[in-house]
């Protein structure tokens, strides 16, 4: 459903991200797929609608600068500056997360990008929410970014729950990403905001770090277990090893394991998705040799959790 972005249709639009629903609202660069970020759930519902085969981290929409304490550990110096000089725009800076950010939200990372966009709409609607709200494009895995309601709805119809229109957007203008998550800010993407604006500000900034690829099909910005996974079908029911066990509906009936996650005993794969990333890192930090994985249903969110999964797994040393 297409609603002009009025004060009443707003507040009906932050109403449904506050009870953990999807909408589709224009910003500066295109049309964002928003839920709460709060709200493993409801993050989980965003990737399930675009159909993406793989999990990427979201930029988290705030409408106030205050929300960076809320939502990040630490704020570095450079990157509180550059929010009070540039905010908002088309700037995102990438910082360490606090546990209130749900680990789907950044695909297991423990850092979390922030973004004070510039469209009124969207940050009407952030502010009305009163929700951080984490936004990819709103179009489906392997379609166009879409620039006006039109395409949302063209796009993604059925699939989420209200679009908001706030007329075309001004297009081409991707955010432009410094991480402040090392010694020295790091441009992670370039985009909108020029680098020399920035370094005016805070100084030289690092190039070309990030999104390198530093080994096949694994981006240096996505999250991997340490501890090796090894992919099973089927129930295993080894003893006598020092494995973690990642289960889908139930946990298994034979076998000791240092640690066992259940993602889903109904065999919701929204809800396995929700919980994966944190079940991961548990797992992760349990001590254990290695991380036995159960395979999952290849359908709808099952899919981009395999790929996750299949990642780890080639990634063991
Ligand atoms: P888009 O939503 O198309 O503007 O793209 C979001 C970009 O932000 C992607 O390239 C992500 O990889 C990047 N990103 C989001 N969160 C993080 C993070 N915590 N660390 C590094 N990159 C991030
Ligand atoms: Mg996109």
């Given amino acids: 459903m297409i609603l002009t972005a009025t004060d009443e249709n707003l507040r009906k639009a932050a109403d449904i991200l506050i009870r953990g629903g999807t909408v589709a609202f224009p910003t500066e660069t295109v049309y964002g797929l928003g839920a709460s970020a709060l709200d493993a759930e409801a993050v989980a519902r965003v990737f399930e609608a675009k159909e993406r085969p793989r999990f990427d981290p979201l930029i988290v929409h705030i409408a106030s600068k205050e929300s960076i304490t809320a939502l990040a550990e630490k704020i570095d110096p450079g990157a509180s500056l550059l929010a009070d ?25 423990c850092t979390v990008a922030l973004r004070m966009p510039a469209h009124p709409v969207a940050r009407k609607l952030i502010a009305m929410a009163g929700i951080p709200v984490a936004a990819p494009s709103a179009n489906p895995f392997g379609f166009l970014s879409p620039t006006t309601a039109r395409h949302v709805e063209k796009q993604l119809g059925g699939r989420v729950d209200l ?23 790091r441009l992670l993407r370039p985009g909108g905001l020029p680098l020399e604006d920035i370094e005016a500000i805070i100084g030289p900034v690092e190039r070309g770090g990030g999104e390198t690829v530093e080994a096949p099909g694994q981006l240096s910005g996505h999250y991997s277990p340490r501890t ?90």
């Fill in 85 to 109: 000089a540039l905010w908002p725009g088309p700037l995102t800076i990438v910082v360490p997360k606090r546990r209130i950010v749900p680990d789907i939200v950044t695909a297991g990372l």
């Fill in 163 to 185: 679009i908001l229109d706030g007329g075309p957007c001004s297009v081409g203008v991707e955010s432009t990403i410094i991480a402040f998550t090392g010694n020295v800010p």
């Fill in 228 to 317: 090796p996974v090894v992919i099973i079908d089927g129930v295993y029911g080894a003893a006598g090893e020092n494995a973690a066990y990642l289960a889908f509906r139930s946990a298994p009936e034979k076998g000791t394991f240092r640690m066992v996650e259940v993602l889903s005993p109904t065999g919701n794969l929204r809800e396995a998705a929700a919980r994966f990333f944190s079940a991961l890192h548990k797992l992760d930090e349990s001590g254990a040799d290695v991380i036995l994985a159960e395979t999952l249903p290849e359908e709808g969110l099952g899919r981009a959790l395999m790929d996750r999964l299949r990642r780890a797994s080639q990634k063991s040393p």
